[in-house]
Nanobody, 118 residues
Framework: QVQLVESGGGLVEAGGSLRLSCAASGSDSTINTMGWYRQAPGNQRELVATIASNGGTNYADSVKGRFTISRDNAKNTVYLQMNSLKPDDTGVYYC????????????WGEGTLVTVSS
């Protein structure tokens, strides 16, 4: 069993930066992709960025060129560096760990709130 704990959210002005961290406790060899999702008030949860075990990354079009996802395998931690933040980036950011097999449920963190003021 794995627990994901996010940190680093907060209030920032438009144009500013934040760095989110997701620390994973425990181990699960079936995890192959880690990622960040976000949910704005009244909206569905959406993909922000993912990073595979081989280091391959994927980003939502809305954050390309502004956000960078990375992982430190030694620390079991995934990061999301967010630059040039916009008010539309406001939301609760959730850490996600996808399993290698479709019949296994994902792991999710509790989320961390990011608020970008205009």
């Amino acid at each position: 069993q794995v627990q994901l704990v996010e940190s680093g959210g907060g209030l920032v002005e438009a144009g500013g930066s934040l760095r989110l961290s997701c620390a994973a406790s425990g181990s699960d060899s079936t995890i192959n992709t880690m990622g960040w999702y976000r949910q704005a008030p009244g909206n569905q949860r959406e993909l922000v960025a993912t990073i595979a075990s081989n280091g391959g990354t994927n980003y939502a079009d809305s954050v390309k060129g502004r956000f960078t996802i990375s992982r430190d395998n030694a620390k079991n931690t995934v990061y999301l560096q967010m630059n040039s933040l916009k008010p539309d980036d406001t939301g609760v950011y959730y850490c996600n760990a996808k399993r290698r097999y479709f019949y296994l449920s994902d792991y999710w963190g509790e989320g961390t709130l990011v608020t970008v003021s205009s």
